[in-house]
């Protein structure tokens, strides 16, 4: 039982990283012991945000698993947006260690893992000197070059200073290195200094931008009927009518490619929940066959989940230069 003291101490440290990337697993090593359920599963594992207390070296803290952001339906995701949010709430009046869990794809960092590290980071501006980077699962074998290139592709895609990555081999429940990483990763969270997050904006993806359009384009419309009406009874007046027809061409024009706008930013959604759910069956194809990597079925599975990816690559790459458009 903590004391009223230990309470007033304590620190959060929130686990956060989309499904699959092994939150769980590395919050029950941290722990040092099963505490929160994780499986090997196409589908996510943790849909609410779990917490414990725990000491690590003299210091108290309360760690936090949440689920991960993007998945494959609204509610889904709107629902792990409160979870995440949620962690957040309680801990507002207590310093912060945050760890971010990003997976990877044959040593590539993940595009999804991106996009939710950067919605996360505008709503709480995280803190280079209080966040933590994990690599997960890497193979043990991977190219001596690989950590360094990795670091400098992280903070060119983060667009920040990252003092602290780690990066974690490959490990199953039963594998001697776990009390090597535990070690490894405690020494990293009591040498990184929490701070309190704030939360200064929503959680948002891309695709809320749609909707926050479509309300812009309402109001642009309302302007554009206003305008016509204002002038109406000063058609007479060829100075006046010369003003009026200048302002409602130019609102016309922001109103037509606001909405062709609008239409390419849904298409582009609609493109990108469908490959996202693409990837994650051509994922679970992938696990079904894993004990036999040379077979047709598995090869098959690999191939068409990396096209599908590179796709959703160029899909954000598109959505990025649409919405530096349109602001």
Known sequence: MLTSR???????????????????????????????????????????TESTTCILGDKHYRIYNIPGLIEGDEERIA????????????????????????????????????????????????????????????????????????RAALIDLLGMKLDQICYIDHLNSVDIHREDVRKY??????????????????????????????????????????????????????EREYEAVQRLSVLRRLFCQGKADLYRLKSFREQERHLISVIGQWEAEEIAYADDHSSDHYILAVTNKQDAQEQLTKNFATQRQINVALN
């Not at 599963?41 to 943790?46: E, L």
């Not at 939360?199 to 309402?218: A, C, P, R, V």
């Open 185 to 238: 990763l405690i020494d990293t969270i009591l040498n990184v200094h929490p701070r309190i997050h704030i939360k200064t904006n929503n959680i948002n993806l891309m695709s809320d931008d749609i909707f926050e359009l479509k309300d812009d384009l309402d109001i642009l419309k309302i302007q554009i009927d206003n305008e016509r009406y204002e002038h109406e009874d000063v058609i007479g007046s060829m």
């Open 79 to 150: 629902l792990n947006r409160r979870e995440i949010s949620r962690a957040f709430e309680e801990q507002k009046e207590h310093p912060l260690v945050v760890i971010y869990v990003f997976g990877h794809q044959n040593g590539r960092i993940r595009n999804e893992d991106i996009v939710t590290f950067q919605a996360i980071h505008n709503a709480y501006t995280l803190s280079p000197d209080s966040l933590i980077i994990i690599v997960n699962g890497l193979p043990p074998d991977r190219p001596n070059t690989y950590n360094k290139k990795t």
């Open 6 to 48: 230990a309470m007033l101490d304590m620190y959060g440290l929130i686990i956060i990283g989309n499904s699959g990337v092994g939150k769980s697993f590395l919050a029950n090593i941290i722990l040092g012991k099963h505490h929160f359920k994780h499986d090997f599963s196409a589908r996510s594992v943790t849909h609410r």
